[in-house]
Protein backbone atom coordinates (compact mmCIF):
# COMPACT_ATOMS: atom_id res chain seq x y z
CA UNK A 1 0.00 0.00 0.00
CA UNK A 2 2.68 2.29 0.86
CA UNK A 3 4.88 2.19 -1.86
CA UNK A 4 2.13 2.82 -3.92
CA UNK A 5 1.11 5.86 -2.52
CA UNK A 6 2.78 9.23 -4.62
CA UNK A 7 3.76 12.52 -3.70
CA UNK A 8 3.63 15.52 -5.94
CA UNK A 9 6.68 17.70 -6.35
CA UNK A 10 6.69 20.19 -8.47
CA UNK A 11 3.57 19.21 -10.13
CA UNK A 12 5.24 15.70 -10.96
CA UNK A 13 3.92 12.51 -9.43
CA UNK A 14 6.92 10.42 -7.70
CA UNK A 15 6.88 7.34 -5.67
CA UNK A 16 8.20 7.69 -2.11
CA UNK A 17 10.02 5.65 -0.24
CA UNK A 18 7.66 4.57 3.11
CA UNK A 19 8.72 3.35 6.46
CA UNK A 20 7.24 -0.14 7.02
CA UNK A 21 3.95 -0.39 8.58
CA UNK A 22 4.37 -0.66 11.97
CA UNK A 23 3.99 -3.81 12.96
CA UNK A 24 5.41 -6.30 16.01
CA UNK A 25 5.57 -9.87 15.01
CA UNK A 26 4.31 -12.43 17.63
CA UNK A 27 5.78 -15.59 15.96
CA UNK A 28 7.05 -17.34 13.09
CA UNK A 29 4.12 -15.42 10.84
CA UNK A 30 6.48 -13.50 9.06
CA UNK A 31 8.63 -16.47 8.23
CA UNK A 32 5.98 -18.12 7.17
CA UNK A 33 4.05 -15.57 4.96
CA UNK A 34 7.56 -14.78 2.96
CA UNK A 35 7.96 -18.54 2.83
CA UNK A 36 4.73 -19.03 1.13
CA UNK A 37 4.66 -15.64 -0.72
CA UNK A 38 7.81 -16.83 -1.95
CA UNK A 39 6.87 -19.91 -3.76
CA UNK A 40 3.57 -18.83 -4.67
CA UNK A 41 1.33 -20.48 -2.36
CA UNK A 42 -1.71 -18.47 -1.34
CA UNK A 43 -2.59 -17.61 2.29
CA UNK A 44 -5.48 -18.06 4.92
CA UNK A 45 -5.24 -15.56 7.70
CA UNK A 46 -7.02 -16.64 10.59
CA UNK A 47 -8.00 -14.54 13.89
CA UNK A 48 -10.20 -12.41 15.45
CA UNK A 49 -11.53 -9.00 14.59
CA UNK A 50 -8.71 -6.68 15.30
CA UNK A 51 -5.92 -8.88 16.23
CA UNK A 52 -3.38 -6.85 13.57
CA UNK A 53 -4.05 -9.41 10.49
CA UNK A 54 -4.61 -6.43 8.36
CA UNK A 55 -1.44 -4.62 9.25
CA UNK A 56 0.93 -7.22 9.29
CA UNK A 57 -0.08 -7.74 5.19
CA UNK A 58 0.62 -4.26 4.64
CA UNK A 59 4.08 -4.59 6.46
CA UNK A 60 4.66 -8.14 4.31
CA UNK A 61 3.53 -6.17 1.29
CA UNK A 62 6.13 -3.11 2.25
CA UNK A 63 9.23 -5.97 3.04
CA UNK A 64 8.37 -8.04 -0.30
CA UNK A 65 8.61 -4.42 -2.29
CA UNK A 66 4.95 -5.59 -3.39
CA UNK A 67 1.82 -3.03 -4.07
CA UNK A 68 -0.63 -4.54 -2.24
CA UNK A 69 -4.41 -4.14 -3.12
CA UNK A 70 -7.52 -4.82 -0.57
CA UNK A 71 -10.84 -6.35 -1.32
CA UNK A 72 -12.78 -5.54 2.01
CA UNK A 73 -15.54 -9.00 1.29
CA UNK A 74 -19.43 -8.67 2.22
CA UNK A 75 -21.90 -10.58 1.17
CA UNK A 76 -22.97 -8.32 -1.53
CA UNK A 77 -19.92 -8.87 -3.07
CA UNK A 78 -19.85 -10.12 -7.18
CA UNK A 79 -17.63 -11.58 -9.19
CA UNK A 80 -17.58 -8.80 -11.04
CA UNK A 81 -16.94 -6.37 -8.14
CA UNK A 82 -13.58 -8.57 -7.72
CA UNK A 83 -12.78 -9.69 -11.31
CA UNK A 84 -14.16 -6.34 -13.47
CA UNK A 85 -17.15 -5.34 -15.36
CA UNK A 86 -18.21 -3.83 -18.91
CA UNK A 87 -19.06 -0.30 -17.85
CA UNK A 88 -20.26 2.70 -20.43
CA UNK A 89 -18.46 5.72 -21.24
CA UNK A 90 -19.97 8.34 -22.57
CA UNK A 91 -21.84 6.03 -26.01
CA UNK A 92 -18.78 3.62 -25.43
CA UNK A 93 -18.51 0.54 -23.79
CA UNK A 94 -14.96 -0.18 -21.57
CA UNK A 95 -14.35 -3.04 -19.55
CA UNK A 96 -12.92 -2.00 -16.13
CA UNK A 97 -10.41 -4.47 -14.35
CA UNK A 98 -11.73 -5.59 -11.27
CA UNK A 99 -9.12 -5.04 -8.00
CA UNK A 100 -8.16 -8.98 -8.20
CA UNK A 101 -7.58 -8.69 -11.73
CA UNK A 102 -5.68 -5.68 -11.31
CA UNK A 103 -3.38 -7.59 -8.58
CA UNK A 104 -3.05 -10.93 -11.45
CA UNK A 105 -2.00 -8.44 -13.79
CA UNK A 106 0.41 -6.43 -12.34
CA UNK A 107 2.08 -9.09 -9.78
CA UNK A 108 0.47 -7.08 -6.47
CA UNK A 109 -0.57 -9.01 -3.58
CA UNK A 110 -4.28 -9.20 -3.40
CA UNK A 111 -5.67 -8.90 0.05
CA UNK A 112 -9.41 -10.89 0.40
CA UNK A 113 -9.81 -9.26 3.74
CA UNK A 114 -13.29 -11.48 6.04
CA UNK A 115 -13.39 -13.95 2.94
CA UNK A 116 -16.36 -15.61 4.60
CA UNK A 117 -18.10 -12.64 4.18
CA UNK A 118 -18.47 -13.15 0.35
CA UNK A 119 -20.31 -15.48 -0.75
CA UNK A 120 -19.15 -19.19 -2.68
CA UNK A 121 -20.41 -18.47 -5.89
CA UNK A 122 -18.05 -15.10 -6.07
CA UNK A 123 -14.93 -16.79 -4.25
CA UNK A 124 -14.87 -19.89 -7.11
CA UNK A 125 -13.07 -17.60 -9.23
CA UNK A 126 -10.54 -17.83 -6.21
CA UNK A 127 -9.74 -21.80 -6.97
CA UNK A 128 -7.36 -21.98 -10.05
CA UNK A 129 -5.55 -19.03 -9.23
CA UNK A 130 -5.14 -20.07 -5.22
CA UNK A 131 -3.32 -23.70 -6.59
CA UNK A 132 -0.66 -24.08 -8.95
CA UNK A 133 -2.40 -22.98 -11.86
CA UNK A 134 -1.82 -19.63 -11.06
CA UNK A 135 -5.18 -18.54 -13.61
CA UNK A 136 -7.88 -15.94 -13.73
CA UNK A 137 -10.57 -17.00 -15.64
CA UNK A 138 -12.43 -13.79 -16.84
CA UNK A 139 -15.87 -15.28 -18.33
CA UNK A 140 -16.74 -11.87 -19.92
CA UNK A 141 -13.90 -11.43 -21.90
CA UNK A 142 -13.61 -15.42 -22.56
CA UNK A 143 -9.74 -15.01 -21.26
CA UNK A 144 -7.74 -16.72 -19.24
CA UNK A 145 -4.74 -14.90 -17.62
CA UNK A 146 -1.49 -16.08 -16.02
CA UNK A 147 -0.77 -14.48 -12.64
CA UNK A 148 2.07 -12.09 -13.15
CA UNK A 149 5.24 -13.01 -11.28
CA UNK A 150 4.75 -11.53 -7.99
CA UNK A 151 1.19 -11.98 -7.85
CA UNK A 152 -0.03 -13.73 -4.48
CA UNK A 153 -3.42 -14.15 -3.10
CA UNK A 154 -4.22 -13.44 0.92
CA UNK A 155 -7.27 -14.02 2.66
CA UNK A 156 -8.81 -13.28 6.20
CA UNK A 157 -11.68 -14.30 7.99
CA UNK A 158 -12.54 -14.71 11.39
CA UNK A 159 -13.45 -18.29 12.54
CA UNK A 160 -15.52 -17.16 15.15
CA UNK A 161 -17.97 -15.59 12.59
CA UNK A 162 -17.47 -19.12 10.61
CA UNK A 163 -21.23 -19.88 10.00
CA UNK A 164 -21.51 -23.89 7.57
CA UNK A 165 -22.99 -21.82 5.17
CA UNK A 166 -20.14 -19.56 4.50
CA UNK A 167 -17.41 -22.12 5.31
CA UNK A 168 -15.08 -22.00 3.08
CA UNK A 169 -14.50 -24.63 0.47
CA UNK A 170 -11.93 -27.53 1.81
CA UNK A 171 -10.74 -27.65 -1.95
CA UNK A 172 -10.15 -23.61 -1.30
CA UNK A 173 -8.28 -24.33 2.12
CA UNK A 174 -6.00 -27.54 1.45
CA UNK A 175 -4.81 -24.96 -1.19
CA UNK A 176 -3.74 -22.05 1.19
CA UNK A 177 -1.01 -22.10 3.88
CA UNK A 178 -2.75 -21.09 7.36
CA UNK A 179 -1.21 -18.70 10.05
CA UNK A 180 -3.45 -18.34 12.95
CA UNK A 181 -3.66 -15.14 14.73
CA UNK A 182 -4.41 -14.50 18.32
CA UNK A 183 -4.37 -11.01 20.78
CA UNK A 184 -0.05 -10.43 21.12
CA UNK A 185 1.00 -11.71 24.63
CA UNK A 186 0.71 -8.75 27.44
CA UNK A 187 4.26 -6.94 26.97
CA UNK A 188 3.53 -6.65 22.97
CA UNK A 189 0.23 -5.49 23.09
CA UNK A 190 1.48 -2.76 25.62
CA UNK A 191 4.17 -1.52 22.97
CA UNK A 192 1.76 -1.67 20.51
CA UNK A 193 -1.31 0.04 22.33
CA UNK A 194 1.78 2.97 23.58
CA UNK A 195 2.76 2.95 19.69
CA UNK A 196 -0.58 3.24 18.41
CA UNK A 197 -2.39 5.31 20.98
CA UNK A 198 0.45 7.68 21.88
CA UNK A 199 0.22 6.98 25.74
CA UNK A 200 2.74 6.30 28.26
CA UNK A 201 3.69 2.81 29.51
CA UNK A 202 1.27 2.94 32.38
CA UNK A 203 -2.08 3.70 30.92
CA UNK A 204 -1.26 0.97 27.94
CA UNK A 205 -0.26 -1.53 30.51
CA UNK A 206 -3.47 -0.85 32.62
CA UNK A 207 -5.94 -1.06 29.27
CA UNK A 208 -4.04 -4.22 28.59
CA UNK A 209 -4.65 -5.67 31.91
CA UNK A 210 -8.28 -4.76 31.45
CA UNK A 211 -8.60 -6.50 28.09
CA UNK A 212 -7.31 -9.48 29.08
CA UNK A 213 -9.63 -9.81 32.33
CA UNK A 214 -12.21 -9.37 29.36
CA UNK A 215 -10.65 -11.89 27.23
CA UNK A 216 -11.34 -14.51 29.87
CA UNK A 217 -14.83 -13.78 30.27
CA UNK A 218 -16.71 -16.49 28.88
CA UNK A 219 -17.74 -13.46 26.43
CA UNK A 220 -21.51 -13.83 27.81
CA UNK A 221 -23.50 -11.64 25.52
CA UNK A 222 -20.49 -9.85 24.25
CA UNK A 223 -19.91 -9.38 20.52
CA UNK A 224 -16.67 -9.98 20.80
CA UNK A 225 -13.92 -9.87 22.88
CA UNK A 226 -11.67 -7.04 23.41
CA UNK A 227 -9.12 -6.32 20.55
CA UNK A 228 -6.34 -4.67 20.12
CA UNK A 229 -8.05 -2.08 18.22
CA UNK A 230 -10.58 -1.14 20.94
CA UNK A 231 -7.67 -0.96 23.99
CA UNK A 232 -5.99 1.36 21.11
CA UNK A 233 -9.21 3.67 20.13
CA UNK A 234 -9.52 3.92 24.28
CA UNK A 235 -5.82 4.63 24.71
CA UNK A 236 -6.00 7.44 21.81
CA UNK A 237 -9.24 9.04 23.73
CA UNK A 238 -6.83 9.34 26.92
CA UNK A 239 -4.24 11.08 24.83
CA UNK A 240 -6.83 13.47 23.92
CA UNK A 241 -7.39 14.29 27.77
CA UNK A 242 -10.55 12.24 28.65
CA UNK A 243 -10.43 9.98 32.06
CA UNK A 244 -9.41 6.03 31.50
CA UNK A 245 -13.04 5.40 32.50
CA UNK A 246 -14.68 7.66 29.96
CA UNK A 247 -12.00 6.37 27.43
CA UNK A 248 -13.04 2.90 28.80
CA UNK A 249 -16.82 3.00 28.58
CA UNK A 250 -16.56 4.56 25.55
CA UNK A 251 -13.98 2.38 23.16
CA UNK A 252 -14.48 -0.56 24.74
CA UNK A 253 -17.88 -1.17 26.93
CA UNK A 254 -19.52 0.86 24.48
CA UNK A 255 -18.95 -0.87 21.12
CA UNK A 256 -18.52 -4.36 22.40
CA UNK A 257 -22.22 -5.19 23.56
CA UNK A 258 -25.73 -3.28 23.07
CA UNK A 259 -27.34 -4.79 26.32
CA UNK A 260 -27.64 -3.20 29.40
CA UNK A 261 -27.36 -5.88 32.07
CA UNK A 262 -23.74 -6.61 30.28
CA UNK A 263 -23.26 -3.10 29.49
CA UNK A 264 -23.19 -3.04 34.14
CA UNK A 265 -21.31 -5.15 34.23
CA UNK A 266 -18.41 -4.17 31.77
CA UNK A 267 -18.61 -0.94 34.24
CA UNK A 268 -18.40 -2.22 36.99
CA UNK A 269 -14.94 -3.74 35.78
CA UNK A 270 -14.15 -0.52 34.32
CA UNK A 271 -15.05 0.57 37.80
CA UNK A 272 -12.21 -2.38 39.47
CA UNK A 273 -9.55 -2.47 37.34
CA UNK A 274 -9.43 1.08 35.59
CA UNK A 275 -10.24 3.94 38.48
CA UNK A 276 -6.87 4.70 39.52
CA UNK A 277 -6.97 8.05 39.91
CA UNK A 278 -3.40 8.67 39.33
CA UNK A 279 -4.04 7.83 35.50
CA UNK A 280 -6.41 10.00 33.66
CA UNK A 281 -8.68 11.38 36.04
N1 LIG B 1 1.21 -7.07 16.02
C1 LIG B 1 0.83 -5.79 15.83
N2 LIG B 1 1.74 -4.84 15.55
C2 LIG B 1 1.36 -3.55 15.37
N3 LIG B 1 0.10 -3.12 15.47
C3 LIG B 1 -0.85 -4.02 15.76
C4 LIG B 1 -0.54 -5.38 15.94
N4 LIG B 1 -1.69 -6.03 16.24
C5 LIG B 1 -2.65 -5.12 16.22
N5 LIG B 1 -2.17 -3.88 15.93
C6 LIG B 1 -2.93 -2.64 15.92
O1 LIG B 1 -4.30 -3.01 16.02
C7 LIG B 1 -5.05 -2.40 14.98
C8 LIG B 1 -6.05 -3.39 14.46
O2 LIG B 1 -5.38 -4.35 13.71
P1 LIG B 1 -5.87 -4.81 12.26
O3 LIG B 1 -4.67 -5.23 11.52
O4 LIG B 1 -6.72 -3.77 11.64
O5 LIG B 1 -6.76 -6.05 12.70
P2 LIG B 1 -7.54 -7.13 11.85
O6 LIG B 1 -7.21 -6.91 10.41
O7 LIG B 1 -7.05 -8.42 12.40
O8 LIG B 1 -8.99 -6.91 12.15
C9 LIG B 1 -4.05 -1.99 13.93
O9 LIG B 1 -4.49 -0.82 13.28
C10 LIG B 1 -2.81 -1.74 14.73
O10 LIG B 1 -2.87 -0.41 15.23
MG1 LIG C 1 -8.65 -6.42 8.90
Known amino acids: MDAER ?4 NGAAVVTEHARP ?3 SVGNEETVFKAAYRQG ?3 LLKGPTGCGKTRFVEAMAHDLERKLITVACHDDLTTADLVGRFLLRGDETVWVDGPLTRAVREGAICYLDEVVEARQDTTVVLHPLADYRRQLPIERLGVTLDAAPGFGLVVSYNPGYQ ?4 DLKDSTRQRMVAIEFGFPP ?3 EEG ?3 HEAGVDARVAADLVTFGQAIRRLETG ?3 EVASTRVLIAAGRLVAEGLPMRDAAR ?4 GPLTDDASVGRGLAEMIDVYLANPAVGD
Open 221 to 223: GLR
Open 186 to 188: PDV
Open 192 to 194: IVR
Open 41 to 43: LSL
Open 6 to 9: VAHR
Open 163 to 166: SVLK
Open 250 to 253: AAIA
Open 22 to 24: YYT
